[in-house]
């Protein structure tokens, strides 16, 4: 395992994000306890020590079975974060109920890495808003009391919002979580943040290495290209070493569904491989053409499906909108739509927006769903 050094301490490179954890009958809330324990003990076994977790992940279930699984292991073998779920209005005016409800859960009595979840357009005014809402304050006191051992945040907003947030609270901000891949190097400004959090002397916590799973495998001539400059290198490898090439970069944090995905992570970070200029090149090249294709950036979270009125499984039907607009129509997403009831399908969309208030990618959704309507013939 690669260690990164972090104010004295030796975090694992990798740590296990406990957003994608197995589940059973494909509903997200639903998780394989036994699946996602066995996961725990391989990674702590294999030198993992950072585990994350949040608030909203799996229904709210994340964190119980995370408090499960690390409280069978002495407090001093591993490090947790979780988060406040400032990407949900409604629990704004709740950061000490919420805290201590974390604590519970999690089976605790301090959290080593705690953030700010989702600093963004639409939670910026609120989070900067002490005197109404006195998140920052709350938490602050928590760290003196030595309840958070480090504060940060988690950042999907613009440059702008970044900004205004590092201005207010920069100074007590220990590490910063972004989207980060070699999609999001440009798509999302993950250049121009990487460089604004070095020089508030901010490290980078990863999140979204692979893209919700979309940079694991690749169009088969973008494969060529890759292997033919590092024949034993795997495809999902590629996201990680752009990721170990960043020097700033401390923790990079994916979130593994399967046994087989954990061994393969652990086996990419055994050693560290970092990208040549070439091999950079052509890494950012092959984003660029996928960038071009008119795909949207969900990343699977399921915060918009909780905000649906209709429960539309949102995160599915941009999947197969970006399917379909990469390869430009094909059978593949009108086939799966054909298995979904009528109230199911994008057309069922109310054009209500409330998904969008919750999107931590900021998406467009009704009219990315109106448009997938329209080009399947409404």
Not at 38 to 64: C, F, P, Q
Not at 153 to 158: A, E, K, L, N, R
Not at 163 to 186: H, I, P, T, V
Not at 263 to 277: A, C, G, I, M
Request: a negative charge; proline letters at 4%.
């Amino acid at each position: 395992m690669i260690y990164r050094g972090f104010q004295g301490m030796k975090l694992s490179a990798l740590g296990f994000g406990a957003m994608r954890l197995p589940v059973t009958g494909g509903t997200d809330s639903r998780i394989d306890e036994a699946a996602a324990l066995r996961m725990v003990d391989t990674a702590m076994e294999k030198g993992i020590n950072y585990y994350d977790t949040a608030w909203g992940y799996h229904g709210g279930n994340s964190e119980l079975v995370m408090g499960k699984a690390l409280s069978r292991y002495p407090r001093d073998r591993f490090c947790l974060a979780t988060k406040f779920p400032g990407y949900d209005p409604s629990n704004w005016d709740k950061v000490e109920e919420i805290f201590e409800k974390q604590l519970e859960k999690l089976r605790v009595d301090y959290f080593d890495f705690y953030l700010f979840h989702n600093v963004c357009e639409m939670n910026i005014d609120a989070y900067l808003n002490d005197e109404k809402y006195g998140i920052y304050s709350y938490l602050i006191k928590q760290k003196e009391n030595g309840r958070i051992k480090h504060l940060g945040f988690s950042c999907h907003g613009s440059m702008d919002v970044l900004k205004r947030f590092l201005d207010a609270y920069g100074k007590d901000m220990e590490f910063c979580q972004l989207q980060l891949n070699y999609l999001d190097w440009s798509f999302q400004a993950g250049k121009d943040k990487v460089a604004l959090l070095e020089q508030w002397n901010i490290p980078v916590w990863v999140m979204e290495p692979l893209r919700g799973g979309k940079l694991a495998t690749l169009a088969s001539r973008d494969e060529e290209e890759l292997k033919k400059l590092r024949p034993d290198e795997k495809i999902p490898a590629w996201a990680f070493r752009f990721l170990q090439t960043i020097p700033s970069v401390t923790m990079i944090l994916s979130g593994m569904s399967s046994q087989s995905q954990l061994e393969e992570n652990l086996d990419t970070f055994s050693e560290e491989r970092k990208l040549s200029e070439a091999e950079m090149a052509a890494l950012l090249g092959i984003a660029e053409k996928m960038l071009s294709a008119g795909t949207v950036p969900c990343t699977a979270c399921h915060y918009c499906v909780s905000h649906c009125p209709q429960e539309l499984d949102i995160p599915n039907l941009l999947n197969l909108y970006n399917e379909h607009a990469y390869t430009g129509g094909g059978f593949i997403a009108p086939m799966a739509l054909s298995a979904l009831p009528e109230e199911k399908r994008p057309q069922a969309c109310l054009q209500c927006r409330s998904c969008e208030e919750v999107c931590p990618q900021q998406i467009r959704i009704s009219e990315v769903l109106a448009d997938f309507s329209e080009k399947l013939g409404g």
